[in-house]
C-alpha cells in the first residue's frame, strides 16, 4: 500500500477534498434509488482489494488530518472522551484489537511486535514511538482507549453488556452526526437510539439489539448509515452547533454541488475477548454532490433517493433547509435512465 497522506482542513478554510481514487472507493449507501431505515447487517468479511471494507479499520488518504482534527477537537472539549472505571479491560482490548489489525494491515506504516505483556508500537504516519507493558496503564501517557482512538479515523462506542441489554460506557467521539457521547453515556442500546424516527415502529432496534447480544467472538459485523452535511465538517456535534447549524441556510441550488456532503458512515461491530463488551466502531466518510457527480450513476441515484425521501427522515437528517437545493443541483445529471442494482460504478 502507497497511500499519500493529505494535508488539509475539516474547519475553517475547509480544504478537504477527494482524489479521484478516493472518490471510486467511496462507500455509497444507496443499493437502489430509493431508502428506508433498515438493520442491514453483514458480517465484516474482506471487501474487494481497495474498497474501503478490505480490511477491519480503513487507513486511507485523509488519515492524517483526521487524526489531527480529533487533537484540535479534544484540546477544547476532552470530554469527547469518556470511560467509566470498570471499563478499563474493554480499553485494553480494543486497544489490542487496533494495534493487531492496523500493523498486520499496513506494514509499511504500522509495527507491532511483543515479548509477552512488553509491546512496542510504531505509527509511522504520526511519528509515535512508544514501548508498554500491556495491561500496566502507568506504561502509557493516556488510558488506553484514549490513546489508540487518537490514531484511528472515526468514533469508536464501547457498550458493556448485562442485564440482558448493551450499555454505551466508554467512547471516543469527535466526529459525530449531531449527537454527543456526554448525553448518552451511561444509556442503554435503545435509549441512545431513541430520536431515530420510523425504525422503532418498524422494531429494527428490536431485532438488531437481540443480533448484537449474540454477536460472536472472531465473527464481527458492519453497517452502513448516511446523512448530509454543508462543508466538510466532521465535527457536527451538538455541542458545536452553533459553529455549524447556521451553515445550513447559506446553501442554494447555486452552490449545491460544493457545499453539500453525503455523509456515510461505516459502521463495525466486534465482539471484546477479556472483557465480553462491544466495540462500535463509527468512519465517517464525506462526499461533495460535485465529486458525487463524476461517477453518473451516483449522481441519478442521489438525486431519486433525496426527492423521494420520508419526510420524517427529511426532518430527522437536518435536510430541511437544503434537500431542495440539493435535489435541483443534482436534477441535471438525471436523464431518467435505469441503473443497474447495487452501489458500484457502472
Known amino acids: 500500500m502507497n497511500t499519500v497522506f493529505k494535508n488539509e482542513t475539516f474547519r475553517d478554510d475547509f480544504t478537504y477534498r477527494n482524489t479521484p481514487q478516493a472518490i471510486q472507493r467511496f462507500p455509497l449507501p444507496f443499493p437502489e434509488d430509493s431508502y428506508m431505515y433498515s438493520v442491514n447487517i453483514e458480517p465484516h468479511l474482506p471487501g474487494p482489494r481497495g474498497s474501503v471494507t478490505e480490511f477491519a479499520f480503513d487507513v486511507d488518504e485523509h488519515y492524517v488530518a483526521e487524526c489531527r482534527e480529533r487533537a484540535i477537537v479534544l484540546a477544547t472539549e476532552p470530554l469527547r472522551y469518556q470511560a467509566l472505571p470498570h471499563m478499563l479491560s474493554s480499553q485494553w482490548d480494543c486497544l489490542e484489537l487496533i494495534m493487531d489489525s492496523l500493523a498486520r494491515d499496513y506494514p ?9 505483556n512488553r509491546w512496542h508500537w510504531v505509527n509511522r504516519p504520526l511519528q509515535i514511538d512508544q514501548q508498554f ?51 448518552d453515556v451511561g444509556m442503554t442500546f435503545k435509549e441512545w437510539h431513541g430520536p431515530v424516527p420510523l425504525a422503532h415502529e418498524l422494531q429494527v432496534f428490536d431485532r438488531a439489539l437481540k443480533f448484537l447480544l449474540n454477536l460472536r467472538l472472531g465473527q464481527p459485523v458492519r453497517r452502513l448509515n448516511w446523512t448530509m452535511t454543508v462543508n466538510p465538517r466532521l465535527d457536527t456535534s451538538p455541542e458545536n452547533y452553533p459553529h455549524w447549524g447556521t451553515d445550513r441556510a447559506s446553501v442554494t441550488p447555486q452552490n449545491a454541488g460544493d457545499r453539500v456532503h453525503l455523509r456515510v458512515e461505516l459502521q463495525g461491530l466486534w465482539r471484546l475477548p477479556r472483557s465480553n463488551a462491544i466495540v462500535f466502531g463509527i468512519r465517517c466518510y464525506l462526499i461533495s454532490l460535485r465529486e458525487l457527480s463524476t461517477v453518473p450513476k451516483w449522481a441519478r441515484r442521489v438525486h431519486r433517493v ?5 419526510p ?3 426532518d430527522y437528517k437536518g435536510l430541511t433547509r437544503y434537500r431542495d437545493a440539493a435535489v435541483a443541483w443534482l436534477a441535471p445529471f438525471d436523464d431518467g435512465s435505469p441503473t443497474t442494482p447495487g452501489t458500484a460504478p457502472e
Open 108 to 116: 509499511a506504516h504500522f509495527s507491532l511486535s511483543k515479548q509477552g
Open 133 to 183: 507493558t500491556f495491561g500496566d496503564t502507568s506504561t502509557l501517557p493516556r488510558q488506553p482507549l484514549d490513546y489508540i482512538t487518537r490514531q484511528a479515523q472515526g468514533d469508536f462506542v464501547v457498550m458493556d453488556q448485562r442485564e440482558g441489554d448493551l450499555w454505551t460506557e466508554a467512547g471516543m467521539v469527535t466526529t459525530q452526526a449531531d449527537w454527543s457521547l456526554d448525553f
Open 306 to 310: 433525496l426527492k423521494e425521501l420520508h
Open 312 to 314: 420524517a427522515l427529511v
